[in-house]
């Protein structure tokens, strides 16, 4: 079927009319959804940053050297796993120190960035390998006198 232009004035500035309002609505739709995600994205943050600084002082080292997450962090009525929580607690030459159950063997980033957490946190959005897009907040921090990098990441595909 071919598509032929109206003849008829009324039905032409009908149809343009049509074509404008639509233009107009997609663009109001997308200007909200990308405020919308960059609010949601910026409360995730704050709500990220507040989780490391609790981290912060529930790690500690065992007389052996090995880094240890305090069992009385979790305070919330689900379980660490279904909250889409990972920890990943690096030294300063990368190995890595401490990671949570729920992250694995699985890797926030990998080997520190120059600069990363140095005097602020530094965000940023990642998909997991085989797992879930995160938004992760790292900071350097010392944890009994020992410079570390912390990341921690939460479950970003609810924002998506």
């Given at each position: 079927m071919i598509w032929r232009r109206p003849r008829n004035v009324r039905t032409r500035l009908t149809v343009w009319y049509v074509a404008v309002l639509a233009g107009i609505l997609l663009l109001?739709?997308?200007g909200i959804s990308a405020?919308?995600?960059l609010q949601a994205r910026t409360q995730l943050d704050h709500?990220?940053?507040e989780q490391l600084e609790t981290v912060e002082g529930f790690l500690h080292f065992r007389p052996d050297g090995t880094l240890l997450l305090r069992s009385d962090y979790h305070d919330h009525p689900y379980p660490l796993t279904e909250q889409g929580r990972f920890i990943e607690v690096l030294a300063e030459n990368g190995s890595v120190l401490f990671r949570n159950e729920s992250l694995g063997n699985r890797s926030l980033?990998?080997?520190p960035a120059s600069g990363e957490g140095v005097n602020s946190?530094?965000?940023r959005s990642v998909r997991l390998p085989g797992g879930p897009r995160v938004r992760i907040v790292s900071r350097r921090h010392?944890?009994?006198g020992r410079p570390t990098l912390i990341r921690l990441a939460l479950d970003e595909e609810k924002l998506w």
């Open positions: 109001y739709g997308g405020v919308f995600l709500h990220a940053v980033g990998g080997a946190y530094s965000p010392a944890i009994g």
